[in-house]
């Protein structure tokens, strides 16, 4: 691409965790949510199948309470249930990191490369996620170093918004801390909850579907691949712009905000 064409109004890339930056939730977030009910001596066993039906809920403890409401018959409900939640989700956080830090949940194809690459242009980085901010600092410790942190400018976490994917509260909240407007950035995620929130705040964003979510409607994406791609493992464009790329680059990236933001 020459240099006239590149996007200079692209200033920042904003990337959601779970899904995206890896494939944490079938091997981690939902062994660790059972690795507390075992510890607690609760009878909840979260299988594969079950797990992916409560994806639809975001956040750790609003999923727990919304198993009790949906999945649970009433005589079922543990006493007390409710206010044990954040307890709970303590135990679940102190697994899921310890299984981070196995460094059994890899970067997903591509991430660091183009985050790599991105810092070398000289792009502004932020996170959007769900998860709790401790997830997000020990997953990015055991694949990118504890430095990497400090490469993004801001990490919008979990509790931090008083509203959860599917909102766009969270972000809203990285686009206000690092005071760029929606055109100036654009979005990486994986899930329908996910692109409602950053459609929601009016962000440009790149899909990266995985088993959970291989079926969502991601109808305001700019484009849907099966995985950004490395070099020798191109990627599939599942919908969206057609290019003769193999992989996600930062040339591409800033065609296709380019193309959304002229539109
Ligand atoms: C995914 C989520 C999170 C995780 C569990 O977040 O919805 O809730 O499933 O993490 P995202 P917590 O895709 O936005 O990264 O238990 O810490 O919530
Ligand atoms: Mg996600």
Partial sequence: MNKKSVDTNLKAFIFDVDGTLSDTERDGHRVAFNLAFEEYGMDWHWSVETYGELLAVTGGK???KFYVEKFLDEDKVPEGIEAKIPELHAAKTRHYTELLSTGAIPLRPGVERLIDEARQRGYRLAIATTTTPENVTVLLTHTLGAESIDWFDVIAAGDIVPAKKP???????ALDEMKLSADECIA????????????????????TINDYTQNHDFTDACIVLDQMGEADQPFSVISGSSTDATFLDCD????????TINR
């Avoid at 909102?167 to 909240?173: F, G, K, R, T």
């Fill in 62 to 64: 609003e999923r727990m």
């Fill in 167 to 173: 909102a766009p509260d969270i972000y809203q909240y």
């Fill in 188 to 207: 990486f995620e994986d899930s329908e909850n996910g692109i409602k929130s950053s459609a929601g705040a009016n962000l440009c964003t790149i899909i």
């Fill in 252 to 259: 591409l990236v800033s065609k296709l905000h380019q193309q």
